[in-house]
C-alpha cells in the first residue's frame, strides 16, 4: 500500500469529522472517538513512510492482503482501519514485518475499484499502538491501544515552540511555493495554536525518509515530539536552499549559454548582412576554389573535386560524412597538380656543392655529375631512380641531400626501414576510420612541387607482413612506366610522380626483391680510407664536433697522430660515424675538464693522451703471418667494408684421407673449400707434390676468427694456395694478398667489393695483390692514392696465381 502524500481533496465532496468526535446513528446524539473505534482493527501495511493523525490522504490497495482490509473495515460500522508502516522495506508484508505503532484511519469514500487495485480517501484519527496480531485468509488484524493526542494548555514554552515551527514552514514556502497549497488544506481542517497536530502535519510535511517520520510517529511526548519534527524542519531548510542554489546555478549557466548562442547567431546574421563574414560552409568551398585556380588537375580529378564539392554543398556541417567529405576535398586540392620548381643544371655549381659537402667518393661524384649532364641535354630528369650502395655512415643519404641542393629541389626523406604495411605506401580507403593518403602523397603535399627528390631510406630493410608486402607497392612508384599515373587508395585518382627523382638507399642488394632491384641504377660508395678519413675530421667532423659542445676552434687541438690512431684504433668501420662518436667522447671530456679549471685555454690531444680520452683501443693492428707453410693471406669484402683473412691449412696423418673446415663458414665458402681441396688432389704433379700424399692425410682448413660467420666464393684461390703451401711445404711470398673465385677446371672468375679489398690490403700494409683478370677494369677505376705503392697481378687462371705466390 503506498500513500499518495501531494493529492488533494474538494472539502465538499468529503464530509470529515472536527477533533475525533462522530455520530454514531443511536438517539443519544455525539460521543467521543473512543466508544466507536473497536479494538481490532483490519490492517494496512504502509510504504515507504507512514501516516499521521490529523491528515486526509489518498490510498491505493493494490493487493489481496490490502483489498480484504478494505472489504473487512467497510463492513463494520466505524469504517476503520490501521495504517502500520512495514520495518523492512526489502522483505514481504506480513505481521513479523510491522511496526509497533500505527494510525487508526477511518474510510470516507471509495474513490475507484477495479479487479487488482482500489482507491479509497481516508481520513487519519489517532495513533495506537499493536499489543497482537492474527492472520486470518491473508487478511491481517490487530488488537490495538489507542494513544489519544491530549488536550494541551497553550503556555509561552510550547507556543514558542510552534511558532518556530511556523517560521521554518514561512522559509520553506519562501523557497518551495509548492509547500504552501499543503499549509493551505492543512489550515482549513486545523488551527495553528494545537501543538501536537501542528508537529504531525510539519513532520509530514518533509522528505525525510520513512524511519525518521516512525520514530516522531511514535514520540508520544509532545514536547519531546516537536523536538524532533523541529530537528527535521531545519534539515528540510537546509537541504531547499541547497536545491535551490543548486537550481539557480544550472539555471543561469543554462541562461548565459542560451543568451550567448542567441547573440552569436545574431552576430552572425549581422555580418552576413553586412559582407564581414561568411558561413563555415562557405568559406571552406571558397578555399577550395581558391587553390584550384593556382592548378592544373587531370580530367578525373577534376571531376571528383566538382562530385565532391556538390555533395559538401548539400551536407550539413554536424553531419560525419561531411567531415569526411571536406577532408577528401581538402587534400584534393593541397597537393602541387601542375606545380613544379625550375631544375638547375649549372654543372660548376653542383661540383662546388658536391665538394663543399663530402670530401672523396670521386668516382660517386663523377656518376652525379654525369647524371645531371644528361638532365642538362635532355631537359628533364624525369624517370630515373638511383640506389646508392654502402656501408653505414659512408655518407649516402647527405648524397641525396646534396644532389637535390645541387638541382634546386625540394627534398623530402622517409625511411623504408621496418616498414612492413602496404598503406604505408598507397594510403588507406576513405572507408576506414582515420584513414590518411600513402607517404608519397604526403611527400607532395609536404614539399608543395611535383618535382621533388624523394629519398627511400633503408630500402634493404622493407619487411612484409599479413598486411601486405610494401616492396611489391613500390613496384609501380618505381617503374617510370607507372608511376606518371599513380593512384592512392585514398585519392583514388591518378597522380603524376614521372617528375619526381627517387634516390634509394642501401647497406646490401642480397634483401633487396630483384624486380625492385631491376628498376634502380646502383650506384656504389665505398668505405673511406685512413687518409680520407683524415681530411673528413679534419673539414667536417672536429669543426661540428666544437660547437656542438660550445667549444672555441682553437681551444681543443687534436694531433695527426692522435687522430690517425682514432682511426686505425678506434673507428675502423668504413664508413665516418664510429670516428665522429670517437671525437664526440674526446669533446665532452675537455669541456668537462674546462668547466673544472676556469683557468686553462687550451688542451693539445696527442697519441699518448687517448687511452685517458678513449680507453684501451677497439681494434689491434691485423697481423699477417707469414713464413708458415699452409698460411696464406686472403681479402674478404663485409657490410662494413672490407678485411683481410688468414687461411690455415695442415694435414694429420690418418689411415685414410678426409676433409674438414672449420670458422662458421657458410655454405657457398664450404663448397669454394670443396672445389679447392679437389683441384689441388687432382693437379699434385703440376704442383710438384706426392700424387698419394692425400691418400693417407687428413686435411683440416681453418679461417681464423671463429665467432664471426663467414660466406662467399671469393676465397676460392686463397684456399687451393694453402693447400698446395702445405702439401708441398713451401712458404708463400711476403705481404702477399689474394681473391678470387676458382673453379674446377682452374679457372679464376671475376668478384666483388675490388675498392674495399683493397683498402683493406692497403690497411694490413700488403704489396703484392693478385685479383681476377675480369676485375682489371674495376682497380683501374679506383683513385690513384689507392693503387699507389701496390703491385696487382691479375690472372686467369690458378696457374698464374701458383707463379706468382711461390
Known sequence: ?????????????????????????????????????????????????????????????????????????????????????????????????????????????????????????????????????????????????????????????????????????????????????????????????????????????????GYELQSILETFDVRKRIDKVLTL???????????????????????????EFFLREQLKAIKQELGLEKEGKTTELEKFQERLMKLHLNHEAQQVVREEMEKLQLLEPSSPEYTVSRNYLDWLTILPWGVFSKDSYDLPRARKILDRDHYGLKDVKERILEFIAVGKMKGDISGSILCLVGPPGVGKTSVGRSIADALGRKFFRFSLGGMRDEAEIKGHRRTYIGAMPGKFIQAMKSVGTANPLIM??????????????????????????????????????????????????????????????????????????????????????????????????????????????????????????GLEKQIKKIMRRTAMTFAEDNALEKIAIRKSDLEHYLDKPVFT????????????????????????????????????????????LGKVMIESSEIAYSYVMANMAKFGADANYFENHFIHLHVPAGATPKDGPSAGITMATALVSMVTGKRVKPRLGMTGELTLTGR????????????????????????????????????????????????KRFPDVFKVAF
Not at 676485375?775 to 693503387?787: A, M, V
Open 456 to 577: 627511400l631510406d633503408e630500402i634493404d630493410k622493407i619487411g612484409a607482413s599479413f598486411q601486405g608486402d610494401p616492396a611489391s607497392a613500390l613496384l609501380e612508384v618505381l617503374d617510370p612506366e607507372q608511376n606518371g599515373n599513380f593512384r592512392d587508395h585514398y585519392l583514388d585518382v591518378p597522380f603524376d610522380l614521372s617528375n619526381v627523382l627517387f634516390i634509394a638507399t642501401a647497406n646490401q642488394l642480397d634483401t633487396i626483391p630483384r624486380p625492385l632491384l631491376d628498376r634502380m641504377e646502383i650506384i656504389r660508395l665505398s668505405g673511406y680510407i685512413l687518409e680520407e678519413k683524415l681530411e673528413i675530421a679534419k673539414r667536417y667532423l672536429i669543426p661540428k664536433a666544437l660547437d656542438t659542445h660550445g667549444l672555441q676552434k682553437n681551444q681543443v687541438n687534436i694531433h695527426k697522430a692522435a687522430l690517425k690512431q682514432i682511426i686505425d684504433g678506434y673507428a675502423r668501420e668504413a664508413g665516418v660515424r
Open 233 to 259: 524542519l531545519k534539515k528540510e531548510l537546509e537541504v531547499s536552499r541547497l536545491q535551490s542554489k543548486i537550481s539557480k546555478q544550472i539555471e543561469d549557466k543554462v541562461s548565459g549559454q542560451q543568451r
Open 748 to 795: 679464376v672468375l671475376p668478384i666483388g667489393g675490388v675498392k674495399e679489398k683493397t683498402i683493406a690490403a692497403r690497411r694490413a700494409g700488403l704489396k703484392t695483390l693478385v685479383f681476377p683478370e675480369d676485375n682489371r677494369q674495376d682497380f683501374d677505376d679506383l683513385p690513384d692514392y689507392l693503387k699507389e705503392g701496390l703491385t696487382i697481378h691479375f690472372v
Open 1 to 209: 500500500m503506498s500513500e499518495k502524500k501531494n493529492d488533494y481533496i474538494d472539502e465538499q465532496d468529503v464530509s470529515v469529522e472536527a477533533n475525533s468526535y462522530a455520530y454514531d446513528g443511536s438517539s443519544e446524539g455525539l460521543v467521543i472517538a473512543t466508544d466507536i473505534l473497536p479494538s481490532q482493527l483490519p490492517i494496512i501495511p504502509l510504504r515507504p513512510r507512514p501516516s499521521f493523525p490529523g491528515l486526509l490522504i489518498p490510498l491505493a490497495a493494490n493487493g489481496p492482503m490490502q483489498i480484504a482490509a478494505i472489504k473487512k473495515s467497510m463492513e463494520t460500522a466505524s469504517q476503520a482501519i490501521g495504517l502500520v508502516m512495514v520495518k523492512d522495506l526489502e522483505k514481504d508484508d506480513g505481521p513479523d514485518n510491522l511496526c509497533t505503532v500505527g494510525v487508526v484511519a477511518k474510510i470516507l469514500k471509495v474513490l475507484h475499484t477495479d479487479d487488482d487495485t482500489t482507491h479509497v480517501m481516508v481520513n487519519c484519527l489517532e495513533r495506537f499502538k499493536v499489543t497482537d496480531t492474527t492472520t486470518v485468509s491473508k487478511l491481517i488484524l490487530a488488537k490495538v491501544d489507542y494513544h489519544f493526542t491530549p488536550e494541551l494548555s497553550v503556555n509561552p514554552e510550547l507556543k514558542a515552540y510552534s511558532m518556530a515551527i511556523i517560521s521554518t514552514l514561512k522559509e520553506l514556502v519562501q523557497i518551495n511555493p509548492l509547500y504552501s497549497e499543503e499549509i493551505k488544506l492543512f489550515l482549513n481542517r486545523s488551527s495553528m495554536d494545537d501543538p501536537a497536530r501542528l508537529a504531525d502535519f510539519a513532520a509530514n510535511l518533509t522528505s525525510a525518509d
Open 621 to 664: 693492428s691485423e697481423e699477417v703471418f707469414e713464413g708458415v707453410p699452409g698460411v696464406v693471406t686472403g681479402l674478404a669484402w663485409t657490410s662494413l667494408g672490407g678485411a683481410t683473412l688468414q687461411i690455415e691449412a695442415t694435414a694429420i696423418l690418418a689411415k685414410a684421407k678426409g676433409f674438414k673446415q672449420t670458422g662458421q
